[in-house]
């Protein structure tokens, strides 16, 4: 069992930056296949960002060179840095530990981008 802990959503206005942090359990973090998804009312939730445990990093179009997804295994955190915040940014970011299988979730943290 993975318990992933996430943090640093809020209310930001449109050209603001959060930065987004994700506390994960366990011994093997350094191994994972991070990433962080996004849900929007009404829509399905989508990719934003993953990071391997090599450090390679892939982006949804919507988010490439806006947002930038990072890991330090020394505390068992990734984070994804989102900067130039657009309305259409308003969700609930989830982490999640990709691979390996099962993938787990975690509780979600709203971020809301005000014009």
């Known amino acids: 069992q993975v318990q992933l802990v996430e943090s640093g959503g809020g209310l930001v206005q449109s050209g603001g930056s959060l930065r987004l942090s994700c506390a994960a359990s366990g011994s093997s973090f350094r191994i994972y296949v991070m990433a962080w998804y996004r849900q929007a009312p009404g829509k399905q939730r989508e990719l934003v960002a993953r990071i391997s445990s090599g450090g390679n990093t892939n982006y949804a179009e919507s988010v490439e060179g806006r947002f930038t997804i990072s890991r330090d295994n020394a505390k068992n955190t990734v984070y994804l840095q989102m900067n130039n915040l657009k309305s259409d940014d308003t969700a609930v970011y989830y982490c999640?530990?990709?691979?390996?299988?099962?993938?787990?979730w975690g509780q979600g943290t709203q971020v809301t981008v005000s014009s």
């Open positions: 999640s530990r990709a691979l390996p299988l099962p993938q787990y």
